[in-house]
């Protein structure tokens, strides 16, 4: 089992910065991709950032110039660097994390979701 703790939401001003924080732990024999999604009142979960094990990044157009992705691989950690927030970009965030046991068994877990809130 792989437990995912999320961490960073709030209510922030437009313009404003956020720091969301995924931290992953447990059973974790090989990490691969980790990522950000979100999903905003009414409307389907979206892919938001993701990165791989090597690095590599891709984004949403939505939020490319604005949002940062990045990895700690020694603590099991991605975090999502949000700045010049829209009111748009309101909605509950949530990382997904994926990887392979001993065995090469793939898995994929996702977190608990964070809500982001941006208004005047």
């Known amino acids: 089992q792989v437990q995912l703790v999320e961490s960073g939401g709030g209510l922030v001003q437009p313009g404003g910065s956020l720091r969301l924080s995924c931290a992953a732990s447990g059973s974790i024999f090989r990490l691969n991709a980790m990522g950000w999604y979100r999903q905003a009142p009414g409307k389907q979960r979206e892919l938001v950032a993701t990165i791989t094990n090597g690095g590599s990044t891709n984004y949403a157009d939505s939020v490319k110039g604005r949002f940062t992705i990045s990895r700690d691989n020694a603590k099991n950690t991605v975090y999502l660097q949000m700045n010049s927030l829209k009111p748009e970009d309101t909605a509950v965030y949530y990382c997904?994390?994926?990887?392979?046991?001993?065995?090469?068994?793939?898995?994929?877990?996702w977190g608990q979701g964070t809500q982001v809130t941006v208004s005047s």
């Open positions: 997904k994390v994926s990887g392979g046991t001993m065995s090469s068994i793939p898995w994929a877990y």
